[in-house]
């Protein structure tokens, strides 16, 4: 999930958005109602997290505002002074709930969680979507019934695809439709962490385990417990980490570091793959005990080049619930449409998404988009994709699509990442490999 948090407690924010950081959300905290409207104008948040009392404008009027921009967004409102009156008034103006501080971080998470895929399965007219999976194409509908036979299942679980086509979409999915849904929900990318933070972020440590461990640190593995740990790039992990984890997934025991004892916990793993996992295995650099440890319940979810006629209903998805409160006054055009899906979108759905948000971004009082802003807001990608990719390596491809959209936005590396549906250290990584300068 995207969440804003809006909190003038500074100790308190950073606490609560490192928090929800490591537990695998975007957050995006901020001090005041104006800097929390501001965001809202310029990007789309799953949920909000609202201070009731802050200097200038107070809880309510936040929500108030945000509620205006985005109605489809989750607000909770916490309080260190609750009230009646103003849970009343909360509820009134469309809060999901009302906690008081301090609040249990798992609490937070639960509601916030379950109030944004409450949202989403009250979109209508939107019957081709699952959980947030929006298709109806054979690719889909196989997916969904893939997740569906093994969702219940406590055996671990691989998802492959390329970047951006909705490899944590299918995770949350196979979750919250499984008898795990009341419980945790757990997310690390293993590229965006630093090699040697891997363990304390898995395990966690006992105090005095190394210096500077004052206190005891919990890792992700045992708060997922009775839940599940979705581990994304899990081909970046380094070949120790993947021993302990190997070890953990066959016995369901680990060691915090520092500590003598084995901890227990149930937890289901999903892990998912952006590159050819077999090739890692093949080359050494992923352990071939863990893939076949890994690979007994696979999804392979294809890029958004193979399921074309998924693209006007992510559009339409998109407009509803995404992108801004007077989508349904903004149109598309055939024409518009058709360019769209030539459109190679090696960023995949993720793309899509932010090309449209940039195309809206440019409507004046016309609320049309047209092929003509379509292209004005494109980065500089192959149009369209080979019909074949014979002699053609996907490195290759890889490499010219991330070249033209670093040229596209000025070689500003956030937002081609962005743009690309990646993360900043997974791009730098990418430019490093194929020496792009």
Not at 195 to 209: P, S, V
Request: glycine share 6%; proline share 4%; net charge positive.
């Amino acid at each position: 999930m995207k969440i804003l948090i809006t909190d003038d407690n500074k100790p308190f924010r950073t606490h609560l958005s490192n928090a929800l950081i490591r537990r695998g959300h975007h957050v995006l905290a901020v001090s005041n109602g104006e800097e929390a409207i501001t965001h809202a104008h310029n990007e789309q948040f799953d949920t909000a997290v609202i201070d009731m009392k802050m200097i200038g404008m107070d809880g309510l009027q936040v929500l108030r505002e945000l509620k205006e921009i985005h109605p489809q967004l989750i607000g909770v409102i916490l309080t260190g002074h609750g009230s009646i009156s103003n849970a009343v008034e909360a509820t009134k103006l469309g809060a999901y709930a009302y906690l008081t501080k301090p609040c249990d971080i798992s609490e937070l998470e639960t509601v916030l969680t379950k109030g944004y895929h409450e949202s989403i399965k009250a979109m209508k007219p939107f019957k081709e979507i699952y959980h947030g999976i929006v298709g109806k194409s054979p690719e889909i509908k196989k997916i969904v019934r893939t997740i569906n036979q093994v969702k219940d299942s406590p055996l671990p679980s691989l998802i492959c695809g390329e970047s951006g086509v909705g490899k944590e979409l299918v995770a949350r999915a196979l979750h919250y439709d499984s008898k795990r849904s009341k419980c945790p929900f757990i997310a690390i990318n293993c590229a965006s962490l630093k090699t040697d933070l891997l363990e304390n972020e898995f395990f966690g440590h006992i105090k005095g385990a190394f210096t500077g461990a004052t206190d005891v640190k919990d890792g992700i593995v045992k708060l997922a417990d009775k839940g599940t740990l979705f581990i994304d790039e899990i081909t970046d992990m380094d070949p120790q980490i993947q021993a302990s984890l190997l070890r953990f997934i066959e016995i369901g025991t680990f060691r915090p570091m520092g500590s003598p004892r084995e901890c227990k916990v149930d937890v289901r793993i999903i892990a998912a793959a952006n590159r050819n996992i077999e090739k890692a295995v093949e080359e050494k650099k992923f352990r071939n005990d863990l893939y076949y440890r890994l690979n007994v319940c696979r999804i392979d979810v294809p890029p958004l080049r193979e399921r074309k006629e998924d693209i006007p209903l992510l559009l339409d998805y998109f407009l509803a619930s995404k992108i801004s409160a007077d989508n349904s006054k903004i149109t598309i055009t055939p024409d518009a449409l058709k360019f769209l899906t030539s459109l190679s979108w090696m960023g995949n759905v993720r793309e899509l998404f932010y090309i449209l948000e940039r195309a809206i971004l440019t409507l004046e009082d016309n609320l049309t988009i047209t092929t003509d802003i379509i292209k004005l807001v494109l980065p500089n990608q192959k149009t369209p994709f080979p019909e074949s990719l014979s002699g053609i390596s996907l490195e290759s491809v890889e490499r010219e699509s991330i070249l033209d959209n670093l040229k596209a936005n000025n070689w500003n590396v956030n937002q081609t990442a962005k743009i690309l549906g990646i993360d900043r250290r997974t791009l730098q990584r990418k430019i490093a490999r194929y020496k792009i300068r």
